[in-house]
């Protein structure tokens, strides 16, 4: 069962950036598709970003296009989110999530195509 902890977020004035990672352990990290999500106070859990297990393949939320980058670095067993241009909307619990790879592979953008989730970071911004 993988495990996973996120880290990195923070209180940050609008226009700023932070970068979150992502620590895995357990079985093969290179064997999980991984994404990123968030939620906003009262609000549900919505998709950021994800990444397929060899990292060819990311998408986003349109919210975050041009913003937010995914990456991942399988040596290191970790994921990342790079957010830039933050902004008062962006504020919310970040939580990673991993999903075993299938063949073919699979677009993974919504929370019941992840089956293991981090415990949350909090990025605040501030106007």
């Known amino acids: 069962q993988v495990q996973l902890v996120e880290s990195g977020g923070g209180l940050v004035q609008a226009g700023g950036s932070l970068r979150l990672s992502c620590a895995a352990s357990g079985p093969p990290f290179n064997r999980y598709d991984m994404g990123w999500f968030r939620q906003a106070p009262g609000k549900e859990r919505e998709f950021v970003a994800a990444?397929?297990?060899?990292?060819?393949?990311?998408y986003s939320a349109n919210s975050v296009k041009g913003r937010f980058t995914i990456s991942r670095d399988n040596a290191k067993n970790t994921v990342y989110l790079q957010m830039n241009s933050l902004q008062p909307e962006d504020t919310a619990d970040y939580y990673c999530a991993a999903a075993p790879a299938v063949v073919g592979g699979r677009r993974r953008d919504s929370v019941s195509g992840y089956d293991y989730w981090g415990q949350g970071t909090q990025v605040t911004v501030d106007s």
């Open positions: 990444i397929s297990w060899s990292g060819m393949i990311t």
